[in-house]
């Protein structure tokens, strides 16, 4: 649980944001869910909000982070460079803290009806994979979006029905 307690404090991959009415997601029932910043009025230039689904016994089960950022009106992005570099860097943060992270490479996928690419990791210590995380990255109308989340190899698969409940319910633009 080392590793999820890790990836909490990795942070934003991809930061930056703006009205919230441009990224609305639905969290289901019994989520912990933080927004930054906490005012839906604040048009800041980093919006986040992370849900936490806690575990029977208390611990995090998964946790998953949902992050706009607002580009520059002449900003031109190549979503598979950023996501290869958010790839790079989840990788490189793992392995200061004594993981390995194995990776995919980037795949299409859609994230929140915008297209986009996403990238699997599994993360291993001494051999033993002990995390799951995934990472995606898409454009809208001057913002790019990120979901990023994270759940113990063990559980992982008993909660893809969870995953795919939170991703269906964001919507951005």
Known sequence: MGGLRFWLL???????????????????????VSRTPEDAAVDAPVIRQRGVRMAEDGSQALVMEVTRSRLAADASVNVEKVIVEMRKALQKDFLRQGFQAACSRPQAVKLGGLEGLEVRCGISRNGTEVLKQALQVALGAGAAYSLTYAAPAERYAALAGEIESVKAGISLR
């Open 10 to 32: 990795l942070g934003a991959l991809l930061a930056s944001g703006a009205a919230w009415a441009d990224m609305q997601v639905v969290w289901p029932e019994g989520w912990s």
